[in-house]
């Protein structure tokens, strides 16, 4: 089976537990530190690799102990590493990340050798682009590499899975680049200009990205559930029903089940059913990649899933 191909960011989360999250200016009691690999790039490669397919990884650490640390935890995991550089110029990237008791997170990112990704880093990519089914990327690299990255997928003939976060505007010439976007209601919310705040809304925007030179459009809406457009069909599924604890690496564990499943020649319906399970499962566990699922895990809750639905 073809190989999925990762173009983006690694960080070494540094994760922080409290009651609720603060608001500004405001000092909280913590009760619980730990850090995990992360990296909405590295957490896509974990999240396609656990669930049975060769992941190559295209991204750059720093010359110290969290590179290190996060080359060994992607190795582990069963990804390639060898389009990851060790850059001696400058530090890892970093996410410090405030956990909530509701799941609810919100993060600072220090993109360290991740804003170091040039064309040196796309040459790299292109050498792995032939013969590759899909290639992921996200927005926590220079927005211009992505768009080289991109135009050289689509030389390649390969199709481009973007998501565009953290939330920002994106240049119109990538728009056509991308054969799925997958942004949350946050990040749709800053593509399209208006509130993306439930199905008729995401429908909008979704359209409105379709309009823009996007294939599909796929709108996470977080415990409400997701809305797909391709070029033949709308739908919505309502979102999985577990018990939260942290949502950190929910849709980049979304992406890289929903990347498998087309590789796997699954339809847009039951790719969109993977994304949306392995981002419920995900939630279940703290920490970004440790919370992504391998396959036999992933299986059996699909199976319970359709189980029930069926019951």
């Known amino acids: 089976m073809k190989p999925i191909i990762v173009f983006g960011s690694i960080n070494m989360d540094l ?21 995990a690999a992360g990296g909405k790039g590295a957490n896509q490669a974990v999240a396609a690799a656990r669930l049975g397919i060769s992941t190559h990884m295209v991204g750059r650490l720093g010359d110290d102990d969290f590179g290190r640390q996060l080359l060994s935890s992607l190795q582990v995991a069963g990804v390639h590493t060898d389009g990851v550089v060790i850059d001696k110029a400058t530090s890892s990237g970093v996410a410090v990340i405030a956990v909530d008791d509701a799941g609810e997170n919100n993060i600072i990112i220090i993109a360290g050798a991740n804003g170091r990704l040039g064309e040196a880093d796309v040459e790299r990519l292109k050498s792995l682009l032939p013969g590759a089914a899909a290639l992921l990327m996200q927005l926590e690299i220079p927005l211009p590499v992505v768009l080289l990255a991109a135009q050289a997928a689509k030389l390649s003939g390969i199709p481009v899975i973007l998501d565009p976060a953290p939330a920002q505007d994106i240049p119109t010439e990538l728009y056509p680049l991308v054969d799925v976007i997958t942004p949350n209601q946050l990040e749709a919310s800053q593509l399209v200009g208006f509130p993306v705040d439930g199905q008729e809304t995401a429908a909008n925007a979704a359209k409105v990205l379709r309009e823009r030179g996007v294939s599909t459009a796929i709108i996470k809406l977080g415990a409400e559930g997701v809305l797909c457009a391709t070029e033949s069909e709308t739908f919505f599924l309502p979102a999985f029903s577990v018990e939260s604890v942290d949502t950190v690496a929910a849709g980049d564990a979304f992406n890289g089940a929903l990347a498998v499943a087309l590789v796997e020649g699954l339809t847009w319906q ?12 995900s939630t279940t566990k703290v920490g970004a990649q440790p919370s992504l699922p391998d396959r036999q895990t992933f299986d059996a809750f699909v199976k319970y899933c359709h189980a029930s639905l069926s019951a």
Not at 270 to 281: M, P, R, S
């Open 15 to 35: 994760v922080t537990k409290t009651p609720r999250l603060p608001i500004a200016g405001e000092t909280l009691q913590g009760y619980e530190f730990f850090t």
């Open 270 to 281: 039951q790719a969109v059913v993977w994304g949306a399970a392995a981002g419920a499962i």
